[in-house]
């Protein structure tokens, strides 16, 4: 690997993820492999956090399908400090609600102590900590994805990081040597270790003394810069044992890399840019191993603005599965790691067609896909989905869904789809219900997005009364459905000629459409709109019969 942004070993992958898994398996690892994400349980999980299990998840179930053991870690470092109030919180149904909504004055009182040591601001679960660690589960969980997790708080008070810390604090000269490569603070003075004050909760940075013997240090609990802001320490001298206190995060990272064993994990540009440098020289020079295979992912940015729990601009993945199938979730983390993307909610028919492409290039059902893309959905598509069926699944399109959710009828729903050829006569039950699924996803996606299809159906006729021009346009375009079944093409274009026939403004027309079928002045294109509707259902509303 030449650099962080290269990953394998050279041989050409259609798939990011076997060469990871190449570059794994050349290193001879031990089983179980491990394979581990991590993130500071700081506010609500979004779709960029996940970005630490998908990438795993992929590279841990290639490795799978060449026959190895792996276990999938994700790593929530619990013991960090709150540093700042994030503006956004979420309860575990998901409601995500500001700081207005919650005792933010508790919070703001605990500043500086660790998240498993404040108070959950939702009263749920046993930290704040445990809370957002319980969330991210959750999602994971939701999309199908086995994962481990694991505290720090847990591996200090254990014992697990014990072995790690003792190694640092003993070779501190060493330690400090090596961070001072990469930052410029360190000084004759520095030891690598927040010891938790007793008194009031905080971690301190000032170490003024070391008890290898007792595994203990001595403290003062003093001011600590957190950005830009100050943390005030109470003054408090005391002493606490390695496991009330931890390490700096530039040593935490690679003591979990050795406790836990290690042997790939995907992070972000941001550390690639700042804590891997120093991580791996520290692995080498001060823990005397070899660091794990790293794999550098680009960021996700949400409708073009970078995702931020601090700053509140987020989507949850509970708020994504309201829109998409977890198939298509799946999907979107196969796409090139180092490429950044942007999850446009706006655009996000788009995405749901590059998966059904996707699908099909699979299933062989499409003529025009080149080797590597059938390559990548051969590798790919069976870790996407639960189970890959013999046939291709029965798929909706998407904004035709959407066209469905205009209506809560489904009966109505079922010969829309039938009609415009998108379900099959002969469908099993399980497939009908599987297909009509995607309905209430794209259902919801117009409601967020208050788009062209946010409309409803009006059921039942409408009281309305158009002039004579009006109504015998109505009545010709009622006769020519009942004559020609058209496509929505046909259809669309007709509605312009029967208009112009009947000596009727084209836009007074399609107000018509618009006020018998939606009871609006303004809707779709009404010829996709009603071409795959029931036919007798839409010529009996033409001509107004109830």
């Not at 990011?16 to 700081?42: L, M, N, Q, T, Y």
């Not at 207005?100 to 959950?120: C, M, S, W």
């Not at 299809?453 to 009006?470: I, K, Q, S, T």
Request: glycine letters at 8%; hydrophobic letters at 35%; aromatic letters at 10%.
């Amino acid at each position: 690997m030449s650099d962080l942004y290269d990953i394998g070993t050279g041989r050409q992958r259609a798939f990011w993820a076997d060469a990871v898994a190449d570059e794994i398996e050349a290193r001879d690892p031990e089983e179980p492999i491990i394979v581990k994400g991590g993130v500071s349980p700081s506010g609500v999980p979004h779709l960029g956090h996940f970005n630490e299990i998908m990438r795993g998840y992929f590279v841990a179930e290639a490795l799978r399908e060449r026959g190895h053991e792996v276990r999938q870690v994700f790593t929530t470092d619990d013991k960090d400090r709150l540093r700042k109030l994030p503006r956004k919180l979420a309860d575990l149904e998901w409601n995500v609600v500001g700081l207005g909504e919650v005792d933010a004055g508790a919070l703001g009182r605990n500043l500086g102590k660790p998240y498993t040591d404040i108070p959950d601001p939702f009263g749920c679960c046993d930290s704040y900590g445990a809370h957002f660690t319980e969330l991210l589960s959750r999602s994971a969980e939701a999309v199908g994805v086995p994962i481990d997790v694991v505290s720090n708080t847990d591996l200090y008070e254990s014992g697990e990081f014990d072995d790690a810390v003792r190694h640092v604090l003993e070779h501190r000269d060493r330690a400090r040597e090596v961070l001072g490569e990469f930052q410029d603070k360190v000084d004759d003075s520095y030891v690598p270790f927040f010891a938790q004050c007793s008194e009031c909760g905080n971690l301190t940075e000032t170490i003024t003394g070391i008890d290898l013997e007792a595994e203990t240090v001595d403290y003062v609990c003093e001011d600590v810069q957190a950005g830009d802001d100050t943390i005030e320490g109470c003054g408090h001298e005391g002493t606490a044992t390695f496991r009330e206190g931890k390490l700096p995060w530039r040593f935490e990272w690679p003591a979990q890399w050795l406790t836990l064993g290690v042997d790939f994990e995907p992070f972000g540009k941001d550390h690639a840019e700042g804590s891997w440098p120093s991580g791996e020289t520290v692995a080498r020079e001060v823990f005397e191993f070899e660091p794990p295979v790293p794999m550098v992912y680009e960021w996700f940015t949400l409708n073009g603005d970078a995702l931020s729990s601090s700053a509140g601009n987020i989507i949850t993945v509970e708020e994504v599965l309201e829109l998409l199938e977890v198939p298509v979730l799946r999907y979107f983390f196969t796409k090139n790691p180092k490429k950044q993307r942007d999850f446009n909610v706006d655009n996000i028919d788009r995405l749901v067609e590059e998966f059904d492409r996707f699908e099909r290039v699979y299933y062989g059902t499409t003529d025009d896909a080149d080797e590597d893309e059938r390559e990548r959905a051969d590798r790919a598509y069976p870790m996407v989905v639960d189970e890959v069926g013999e046939t291709p699944p029965v798929r909706i399109p998407y904004t035709f869904a959407a066209v469905l959710g205009m209506t809560d009828n489904r009966d109505l729903r079922v010969q829309m789809a039938r009609r415009s050829g998108h379900l099959p006569a002969d469908a099993t039950d399980a497939e009908l219900e599987a297909a009509l699924a995607r309905v209430e996803k794209a259902r919801a996606w117009a409601e967020r997005t208050d788009n062209e299809f946010n409309y409803r159906l009006a059921e039942d006729l409408p009281e309305v009364e158009f002039d004579g021009g009006v109504g015998a346009a109505l009545d010709d375009l009622a006769d020519f459905i009942e004559a020609e079944s058209p496509d929505a093409d046909s259809l669309q274009g007709e509605i312009y000629e029967t208009a112009k026939r009947n000596d009727v403004a084209v836009g007074d027309f399609f107000e018509a459409g618009y006020r018998l079928f939606l009871d609006e002045s303004q809707g779709p294109r009404l010829g996709p709109f009603l071409a795959p509707m029931d036919e007798e259902f839409v010529t009996r509303r033409l001509r107004r019969e109830a």
